[in-house]
């Protein structure tokens, strides 16, 4: 039996692996230098697995305002959300209640940037600002609602990138990937015209609009709530148990799909 042959790495050269990543990082800078947000996008993804956050923020900062990409702004935004960047010098040691308000104002802000260039996701965070957001007159509360609820439509809708027009092919394309309806924010809507949550008045078959439409993209609590709607109907929708009945099964039908992806997966995956 031949004797078996290991080879060492030499600790002083980088391995393979650390040469590809330079390799892929360098074709990155290169192209985010010739102002293709995709790169851009995906160094800021690069040092952000890396921990290194306050570059991974720079680059989504100018990639978020200067390039208009959604998923930049979305990003950058829970960068500060999760405390990961901080909204002001030494915050750890400022008034709780100070910081908190400081990044709902900064989150909102970049969420709304988002939802502009076309982040659903973006457009989300960004309504759900606007309904937690205190107001000191009816007439502030009324038009900060209506924002919201606008930002939330766009975001069930899928947002369109408003700075389209003058984009390039390359940025255009960038945009698109994040403009996909978000099912979540459909079904925010839903409650909020059922139940008149959040001052925003009840509309039971705006209510059951957007409910249906989370139900299609896979909500199985959206489709609970449409069975129930026609099962027990309120002013504007007619009873209809048949259709009930189909919503019912939809539901089950995810839950069970969901059920079985989750014992197909590893235990490291769960």
Not at 153 to 162: L, S
Not at 210 to 233: F, Q, V, W
Not at 247 to 260: G, L, V
Request: charged share 30%.
């Amino acid at each position: 039996m031949s004797e078996m042959i290991f080879v060492e790495h030499d600790p002083s050269k980088p391995s393979p692996k650390d040469e590809f990543m330079a390799k892929k990082k360098a074709a990155l800078e290169k192209g985010c230098a010739k102002g293709d947000p995709n790169p851009c996008h995906a160094l800021g993804e690069w040092h952000q697995m890396k921990k290194m956050f306050q570059i991974a923020g720079e680059y989504y900062s100018e990639n978020c305002y200067k390039r208009h990409h959604g998923g930049s702004c979305f990003n950058l935004g829970f960068l500060y959300l999760n405390k990961t960047l901080p909204v002001m010098e030494n915050q750890e040691k400022a008034n709780s209640v100070e910081v908190e308000q400081k990044i709902a104002e900064k989150c909102s802000a970049i969420f709304k940037e988002g939802c502009k260039a076309g982040s659903s996701k973006a457009c989300n965070n960004a309504g759900l600002f606007d309904l937690q957001k205190k107001t000191e007159s009816e007439e502030e509360k009324k038009r900060v609602q209506d924002e919201a609820l606008d930002l939330l439509k766009r975001a069930c809708n899928g947002a369109v990138n408003q700075y389209d027009a003058g984009m390039s092919d390359t940025t255009r394309t960038s945009a698109a990937s994040t403009a996909d309806p978000f099912s979540p924010a459909c079904y925010r809507l839903s409650v909020l015209y059922l139940t008149g949550s959040s001052g925003v008045e009840k509309d039971a078959p705006s209510a059951l609009n957007y409910s249906s439409r989370a139900c299609a993209m896979g909500d199985y609590k959206a489709c609970h709530n449409c069975a129930i709607m026609l099962e027990k109907p309120e002013e504007g929708i007619e009873r209809n148990f048949e259709q009930g009945l189909r919503f019912r099964q939809k539901a089950k039908d995810i839950i069970d799909r969901k059920r079985k992806e989750m014992k197909g997966k590893s235990p490291d995956e769960n």
